[in-house]
Nanobody, 116 residues
Framework: QVQLVESGGGVVQAGGSLSLSCAAS????????MGWDRQAPGKQRELVAR???????TYHDSVKGRFTISRDSAKNTVYLQMNSLKPEDTATYYC??????????WGQGTHVTVSS
């Protein structure tokens, strides 16, 4: 099992930047991919960004060019740098991992609020 601890988030004005980080512990050797989902009030959860152990990266179309995902394998940590934030980026952001075999884990979530 993988445990995730998120940090970062907060309140920022539109056009501003925030960064999120997520540290994994436990069975980290089984992790295939790490990333971030988000869920806004009244909306479905959606993938924001994901990076695999092979450094293959996927972004949601709405964040391409504004968000950057990266990882530090030595620290088992994934980062999400969010620039040019928009009010529609307001959501709870959840760190997640996928292990070989397909099981997924999620963090507790961290709130991001972008004011207009």
């Amino acid at each position: 099992q993988v445990q995730l601890v998120e940090s970062g988030g907060g309140v920022v004005q539109a056009g501003g930047s925030l960064s999120l980080s997520c540290a994994a512990s436990g069975r980290v050797f089984q992790i295939y991919a790490m990333g971030w989902d988000r869920q806004a009030p009244g909306k479905q959860r959606e993938l924001v960004a994901r990076i695999t152990r092979d450094d293959m990266i996927t972004y949601h179309d709405s964040v391409k060019g504004r968000f950057t995902i990266s990882r530090d394998s030595a620290k088992n940590t994934v980062y999400l740098q969010m620039n040019s934030l928009k009010p529609e980026d307001t959501a709870t952001y959840y760190c997640n991992t996928i292990v070989y075999g397909g099981d997924a884990s999620w963090g507790q979530g961290t709130h991001v609020t972008v004011s207009s």
